[in-house]
């Protein structure tokens, strides 16, 4: 039986004012995965549900459609960066206080996410992000391949050390905010591939936002999404690149776009066409 999305989210007259909560999914070809990530949602703690379809070759619209998410459909393929674009501009223009994103691949462990949004509405963190690695035999356990462990601790370590941080896992696909760091985030200038969640991170850092993590179980296996070694390394050598920019804009050497903040532009003004 299909699941009916009114299981899921809160009625909105229960919603408290400013605590409107929205869990967006970008999503390619999720069908056999989607409605396993939806199940694991905590009971009415999300007020909506958006679905973002990248031009998916399987029945991910259908699917979302009949469970009853709201879903935009992109009508060309542009890319996982630009998938979470199209994400956050929806929800801020849905008026979301605070946002969740997570994949629907089922690779994340969705049932964490009211604990995630709870450091940030208690003033914690201004970003929370779950950490695939809480120890090494979990996360090889879990089914994560060693290199891309190895990948993942190394260039994670780098960006702690460069960006005086001390999370555990840069490269989630688990990431709550509050509305805030979306509205002054300028992700619009951002990538259009997978070196976006670097970027948005390294703004996060750059414009003083607190970021925290949280452990979720992590889950590989045959349907969960998945990036080529050749992608892998492109996006390790975009990153190392971003934080040498990073330091020369903070030095006043090199000032680049991605590093400044939304000043004249809205939520509405951010919004395109999609």
């Known amino acids: ?57 399987d029945n991910t619209v259908e699917l979302a459609e009949a469970i009853g998410l709201t879903v935009i459909r992109h009508t060309r393929n542009r890319g996982y960066g630009g998938n979470q674009k199209t994400c956050y501009r929806a929800a801020l223009d849905r008026g979301a206080d605070y946002v969740i994103m997570i994949h629907p691949d089922y690779q994340y462990d969705s049932r964490v996410i009211d604990l995630a949004i709870g450091f940030i509405k208690l003033g914690i963190c201004d970003v929370v992000l779950g950490s695939r690695i809480r120890t090494r035999r979990e996360a090889l356990d879990g089914g994560m391949p060693l290199v891309k462990y190895l990948a993942n601790r190394g260039l994670t370590i780098i960006e702690n050390v460069v960006l005086g941080q001390n999370v555990s896992d840069f490269h989630t696909g688990f990431r709550a905010y509050r509305r805030e760091v979306l509205e002054r985030i300028p992700f619009d200038r951002n990538s259009d591939d997978f ?50 920019q990073y330091w020369a804009h903070r030095l006043r050497i090199w000032k680049t776009a991605i590093l400044e903040p939304v000043q004249s532009e809205t939520a509405d003004e951010l919004t395109s066409s999609l």
């Open 1 to 57: 039986m299909t699941l009916d999305v009114r299981e899921i989210v809160r009625p909105a007259h229960e919603t408290p004012p400013g605590e409107k909560l929205i869990a967006v999914l970008p999503a390619y070809n999720a069908e056999r995965t989607l409605e396993r990530t939806l199940r694991d949602f905590p009971k009415q703690v999300v007020d909506e549900i958006i679905l973002v379809d990248d031009v998916s070759k």
């Open 195 to 244: 070196f976006f969640d670097s970027q948005f991170l390294v703004q996060c850092v750059n414009l003083g936002y607190r970021m925290g993590d949280i452990p979720v179980p992590v889950r590989y296996f045959d349907e969960a999404s998945s990036v080529s070694i050749s992608r892998s390394t492109l996006y390790a050598f975009q990153t190392m690149g971003l934080l040498v």
